[in-house]
């Protein structure tokens, strides 16, 4: 399932599957990040202007009926001709479309709305479940959480006897198994990160900032595999630990801690990686962390596999950290699955209260990290996939503290 259209059969198979378990009708997806997963297609209004239900996916449990994917008519134009399992439905935006050639015969023709609002979406949106037999007393999965109050409001007025329930466990149960084609993204995107960082690694010098720090892993990423761009880039110079969107003033001295937490961007799928590195011999209480937190980090390699529960990993992680050297170390998680929510994280999560077992497909993050006032961020974190007999670690550079 290398392919895109193998990888959306996959997934719309898997959710039909689900659907049908679950005795649900059908499932929106109403995020940006999900949009995409269901249909392989991005928008760009939802991505670049986080503008909220510009698009939906719709997937029927009726296996006879075709997934819609709702855009409007502007971002459709963009569409290829045909999306594997798919039909497209568009509505009305306050652009503007000609068809001077006759190309098209079916463009809106009347009132155009004067700014960006949900209400041709919804209306769309209403009328292809009315259209999939869903207007009566229908049980719809669909993302509470991410819709707003008056979207929801809508949808309540407009499908009275519908039952709704939240799409948020069924998307991390989806999500969660990767199909061939996901791999491939990820498995490029942690490579790109690592390069990227390796290059970056080579600008820490007495000096420095994390904003320069910051800049040179952009440069380093997006020079390589057709401009792809990174994902996000949190590196800490220091003492100061806190991430920051506006990089702080502190030039990098002797002894100083430098830890990148990046990603690439490929295609929308995004690596989680960290690695620790010293500028010159670092002080005690960063050498005694990362000592703690090597031992720890190792030994959750070594039991993430098919058929272990995550809590198991995250219990054993914490006992050896706090053995070996930190016994007040307390996280609420050592780790979660990966792929392509721009928070980076994703459920599943390496946490205590975590019922998931891990399977073959899932990829997933091992992170260990450690702040200390007066210490900065101590960090190690890998990325792995799941295989039959146990794991494949997709990272190539050391684990040790880096000392410059």
Known sequence: MNTKEEHLLDVNGRAKDLLEREGLDALIASTAENVY???????????????????FAVVFRDPNRKSVLLMSEFEASGLPESIPGFDVVTYPQWIDLDDPFGM??????????????????????????????????????????????????LLAERLPLA??????????????????????????????????????????????????????????????????????????????????????????????????????????????IARTFALGEPGDAAKRAYAALRPGHDRMLELAGPGVPMAAVFAEGMEVIRRSGLPEYNR???????????????????????????????????????????????????MLLITEHGNERLNKLTRDLVVL
């Open 332 to 382: 609420g998680h050592l780790g979660h699955s990966i792929g392509l929510s721009l928070a980076t994280e994703e459920a599943p999560f390496f946490s205590a209260a975590e019922t998931t077992v891990l399977e073959p497909g899932m990829l997933v993050c091992i992170e260990t990290p450690y702040y200390g006032y007066g210490v900065g961020s101590v960090m190690i974190e890998d």
């Open 37 to 55: 997963y269901l249909s392989g297609q991005p928008s760009m209004f939802m991505y670049t202007f986080r503008m909220s239900e510009a698009a």
């Open 163 to 272: 039952r709704w329930a939240d799409a948020a466990p069924l998307f991390t149960r989806l999500r969660a198994r990767k199909t061939g084609f996901e791999i491939v993204r990820l498995r490029e995107s942690c490579a790109i990160s690592e390069e990227a960082i390796a290059e970056a690694v080579s600008a820490i010098a007495p000096g420095v900032t994390a904003a320069e720090l910051a800049a040179a892993f952009r440069i380093a990423a997006t020079r390589r595999c057709f401009g792809f761009s990174e994902r996000f880039a949190t590196i800490s110079v220091g003492p100061a630990f806190a991430p920051a969107s506006v990089y702080g003033p502190h030039r990098a001295a002797p002894g100083d801690i430098v830890k990148f937490d990046v990603g690439a961007d490929v295609q929308g799928y995004g690596a989680d």
């Open 104 to 153: 098209r015969k079916d463009l809106f023709r009347g009132e155009r709305p004067d700014a960006p609002g949900p209400d041709a979406a919804l209306a769309a949106l209403v009328g292809v479940l009315q259209a999939g037999g869903l207007a009566g007393g229908a049980h719809i999965a669909a993302e509470l959480g991410g819709m707003r109050g008056p979207a929801r409001a």
